[in-house]
């Protein structure tokens, strides 16, 4: 199993931008489909976007398309998120998942490598 750690939440004030990071080792980084969920308090995580392995293919939530772009550097074993325009309801904690094989898909359940969470807070 791959191991994930992500950096780079904090606050930021509404219209301002963040970039999350995560690092990816324990594995080869292109046997996996890697995305973003996002979990605010009290509700379920969600998926937010996705990457298949080489890139060649993304995925977004519409709640997040336009503003948010997700990346891949195989050289490095990262993925990356780069949020834009960021409103208050994008309060969550943000986490790196990865899911093996070629297919991508919004399914949490599908996903089986997480990891600690990184939390972003938008300031209204």
């Known amino acids: 199993q791959v191991q994930l750690v992500e950096s780079g939440g904090g606050l930021v004030q509404a219209g301002g931008s963040l970039r999350l990071a995560c690092a990816a080792s324990g594995d080869i980084f292109t046997n996996y489909v890697m995305a973003w969920f996002r979990q605010a308090r009290g509700k379920e995580r969600e998926f937010v976007a996705g990457?298949?392995?080489?890139?060649?293919?993304?995925m977004y939530a519409d709640s997040v398309k336009g503003r948010f772009t997700i990346s891949r550097d195989n050289g490095k074993n990262a993925v990356y998120l780069q949020m834009n325009n960021l409103k208050f309801e994008d309060t969550a904690v943000y986490y790196c998942s990865a899911r093996r094989g070629t297919i991508l898909t919004k399914e949490v359940s599908r996903f089986n490598s997480w990891g600690q969470g990184t939390q972003v807070t938008v300031s209204s």
């Open positions: 990457i298949t392995w080489n890139g060649g293919s993304t």
